[in-house]
């Protein structure tokens, strides 16, 4: 089953504009992580963030985690037309195994 | 570096045939080795996760098995192809425990079952 819900299911924006994709999630994490996919290629992993941290950024991207409320949210400034693909978060599942549960993704086109 | 390499990249194969896709890391010893589906347009469904050579764990029921003959192969197969098990097959390594590290993920594997 999946772990994680990514809203919105699709988002089109403008280059240069801030993209914002958010992740809930069931149970207690250790670490979520988002990663990124092109079309028809294997998944790239970008950041990830422990449930101890509330924020977390890496060039363009900032994540953020409120275990309180079991979400996520990525934004990605300054938008490039390159950014388009689709975005996923993972989470560790049941604590203390090897697991990685995936959300249904965020599918963000860029427009130049 | 690590690098891992996973094929074909495109397969098409009829009902009832049977079905070997092979995946392999470089670079690193002991990796946890993942084999993930996915459905067009779709999340990932975790299929089968190994912590180590001969150890096999499966996440759903259904007409796949893996296997784990060495430390950095990992292969996933079938007897006999159903028109459900078409779709975007990827397989990932890691090391440590699940959501500690990364996952790496090979290209995948586009297969369609006609």
């Known amino acids: 089953s999946q772990q994680g819900e990514e809203d919105p299911q699709a988002l089109s924006i403008q280059e240069g504009e801030n993209a914002t994709m958010n992740c809930s999630y069931k149970t207690s994490i250790n670490n979520l992580q988002w990663y990124r996919q092109n079309s028809g290629r294997g998944l790239v992993h970008l950041i990830l963030i422990r449930s101890n941290e509330r924020e977390k950024h890496s060039g363009r991207l900032r994540v953020t985690l409120d275990t309180s409320k079991k979400s996520s949210s990525l934004l990605i400034t300054a938008s490039r037309a390159a950014d388009t693909a689709s975005y996923f978060c993972?989470?560790?599942?049941?604590?203390?195994?090897?697991?990685?549960?995936f959300g249904t993704g965020t599918r963000l086109k860029v427009l130049a | 570096s690590q690098t891992i390499h996973q094929w074909p990249a495109t397969l098409v194969q009829p009902v009832g045939s049977p079905l070997s896709l092979e995946c392999t890391v470089e670079?690193?010893?002991?990796?946890?080795l993942y084999w993930y589906r996915q459905a067009a347009g779709r999340g990932l469904q975790l299929l089968f996760y190994?912590?180590?050579?001969?150890?096999i764990s499966s996440e759903v029921p259904q007409n796949l098995s893996a296997s784990r003959p060495q430390d950095r192969q990992f292969i996933l197969s079938s007897k006999k192809l159903l028109l459900s098990d078409s779709g975007f097959y990827l397989c990932a390594w890691s090391m440590g425990l699940g959501g500690n590290s990364p996952l790496h993920f090979g290209n995948g594997t586009r297969l369609t079952v006609t």
């Open positions: 670079g690193t010893s002991n990796p946890n």
């Open positions: 190994s912590v180590g050579i001969g150890q």
């Open positions: 993972a989470t560790d599942g049941d604590s203390g195994t090897y697991k990685y549960i």
